[in-house]
């Protein structure tokens, strides 16, 4: 059974710009949720997809955002990036009891 | 607001020295709470989901405790390979697949 994939990997960025990452879950969970680490805050949620619909949404400013597609790939965004938005995202396949996570993206904002 | 606080942040064992990292808890109506561990460079990996006070777990050299309060990492003759990051989380009882983590414990066994 293929894991979680996150692309892209790394990705350098500059203050202002927008950035899209990426996750495909395990085949068949429909569930997808994002999360931000970083050393500070630790991991910290901040949205839930389930069949396309956003279910559950953390403290983050509407600069992020996200969306699930039919076939359970979602996406997260984030417009006029700051440098505290320099971070792990990490996005993790199926319901909490089962949950698995992707290696995330490690986003570097300069 | 849920909340979790692991403790100690960071921990150095010798190799075979036992030890237990804490977790402490509020939530409102805990529906499960996991222990993961996270290599550098790498996403957390599920270890344990612990669902009712005194309910225990164990893998390996590692056994879970749960109380209504707080959760307990035991780690039994540790090696090497056992230094990670070992994380905490809690999941209410609201419909939400949302998980509120601590901040983990950095976990180093020195041979």
């Known amino acids: 059974k293929a894991g979680v994939t996150q692309t892209p990997r790394y990705l350098i960025k500059t203050r202002g710009q927008q950035v899209t990452l990426s996750c495909s879950p395990i085949?068949?969970?429909?569930?997808v949720s994002w999360y931000q680490q970083t050393p500070g805050q630790g991991l910290q949620f901040l949205f839930e997809?389930?069949?396309?619909?956003?279910?559950n949404k953390g403290n983050f400013p509407g600069r992020f955002s996200g969306r699930q597609f039919s076939n359970s790939r979602s996406e997260m965004n984030v417009s006029t990036l700051e440098l505290g938005d320099s971070a792990l995202y990490l996005c993790?396949?199926?319901?909490?009891?089962?949950?698995?996570f992707g290696p995330g993206t490690r986003l570097t904002v300069l | 607001e849920d909340q979790v606080t692991q403790s100690p942040e960071a921990l150095r064992l010798q190799e075979g020295e036992s030890s237990s990292l804490n977790c402490s808890y509020t939530?409102?109506?805990?529906?499960?709470l996991f222990w993961y561990r996270q290599d550098p460079g790498k996403g957390p990996e599920f270890l344990f989901t612990?669902?009712?006070a005194g309910e225990e777990k164990e893998k390996e050299r590692l056994k879970a405790t749960l109380t209504k309060k707080e959760s307990f990492l035991h780690i039994t003759a540790p090696k090497p390979e056992d230094s990670a990051t070992y994380l905490c989380?809690?999941?209410?009882?609201?419909?939400?697949?949302?998980?509120?983590f601590g901040k983990g414990t950095k976990l180093t066994v020195n041979p």
């Open positions: 993790a396949s199926g319901p909490a009891m089962g949950q698995f």
């Open positions: 085949s068949g969970h429909r569930s």
């Open positions: 997809y389930f069949s396309e619909t956003q279910r």
């Open positions: 939530v409102s109506g805990l529906r499960g």
């Open positions: 612990l669902y009712s």
């Open positions: 989380a809690v999941q209410a009882r609201n419909g939400s697949e949302k998980l509120v």
